[in-house]
């Protein structure tokens, strides 16, 4: 059982998702070093997450669930520091892929990493080009999928070392400096398959309707959970064909503006970097097919 690394996450059904992540971090970091928070325990999860270490908590929905469970993660994030040098933590839907440029496995990287530090990878969203990309994936994702944006709101905090606080959705840390290294990028998976995206938001708004508050200023769930937010499917996708294509894959000019716009978030604690728009999409190069 190694130490060097360990990855934690929190699920509520999202049995697509959770097939992808047990296959990337259960085969990079062993499923013995792989932590489930599991709402309701469901059977099919503990059938699926067979090795891993699996929390049950109960699963009724809660208007202050997201509040409750970032409690829970901040907490088991740092009791994991004390046995892995790294802990990574994130959403079911988010996984850290390491450039295959690199020439090493994440594992490997990690074991090399300096500690006492927080990695933030570049967010990118794999999206489905639905009219070019028409078949589900498979036991692959790069390859079916090629294409990205970029998505600052998904560059985040996500490999600890150290302890710190890390904010409600995971979007910022108390550690007041930013690692970014070139080779680190977290994929967002939310919109990697079209019929896995009706079906995920068909989950989410039951639960918001399930606990019975009129929007989502009146509980501490993010917005996006609710149907007043969810707009038309199709439209989702369509507007991510509609963006332009760049050619090339530099992602150095971003992490410079995250560098160059790193500063304490008021007076919270927390500290950020600008999180501009970007319609650019890009065209993952063919090194990336198979890393995911």
């Given at each position: 059982m190694q130490s060097t690394a360990c990855a934690v996450t929190m699920l509520r059904d999202d049995l697509f998702f959770l097939e992808i992540?047990?296959?990337?971090?259960?085969?990079?970091?062993?499923?013995?070093?792989?932590?489930?928070v599991a709402h309701g325990r469901d059977p099919e999860v503990l059938s699926m997450a067979e090795g891993c270490n699996i929390v049950g908590i109960p699963g009724d929905?809660?208007?202050?669930?997201?509040?409750?469970?970032?409690r829970l993660l901040n907490n088991l994030v740092?009791?994991?520091?004390?046995?892995?040098?790294?802990?990574?933590?994130?959403d079911v839907d988010e996984l850290v892929?390491?450039?295959?440029?690199?020439?090493?496995?994440?594992?490997?990287?990690?074991?090399?990493?300096?500690?006492?530090?927080?990695?933030?990878?570049?967010?990118?969203?794999?999206?489905?080009?639905?009219?070019?990309?028409p078949e589900p994936i498979g036991a692959r994702v790069i390859g079916p999928r090629r294409h990205v944006r970029i998505a600052p709101h998904y560059s985040k905090p996500?490999?600890?070392?150290?302890?710190?606080?890390?904010?409600?959705?995971?979007?910022?840390?108390q550690f007041d400096t930013l690692f970014t290294p070139d080779v680190l990028y977290l994929f967002h998976l939310k919109y990697v398959d079209f019929e896995a995206y009706r079906a995920v938001m068909d989950r989410r708004n039951a639960v918001t309707a399930a606990v019975n508050v009129d929007s989502h200023?009146?509980?501490?769930?993010g917005r996006h959970w609710f149907a007043e937010a969810r707009g038309e499917d199709r439209a989702v996708f369509d507007a991510f064909a509609a963006r332009p294509l760049e050619?090339?894959?530099?992602?150095?000019?971003v992490r410079k503006a995250m560098q160059r716009s790193w500063r304490p978030r008021g007076d919270t604690g927390f500290w950020e970097f600008d999180r501009p728009d970007d319609d650019r999409r890009f065209r993952l190069p063919e090194r990336f097919t198979g890393a995911l």
């Open positions: 992540w047990l296959r990337h971090y259960g085969g990079l970091l062993g499923r013995e070093n792989c932590y489930i929905p809660h208007k202050n669930f997201d509040m409750k469970r970032w740092m009791g994991l520091n004390a046995y892995y040098g790294h802990v990574i933590m994130g892929v390491i450039d295959p440029a690199a020439g090493m496995g994440l594992l490997d990287w990690l074991a090399g990493a300096p500690q006492r530090r927080v990695y933030t990878p570049l967010g990118l969203e794999v999206v489905q080009m639905i009219p070019d990309e996500c490999i600890v070392s150290t302890g710190t606080k890390i904010a409600r959705g995971g979007h910022y840390t200023k009146d509980a501490s769930i050619e090339g894959f530099d992602m150095r000019p």
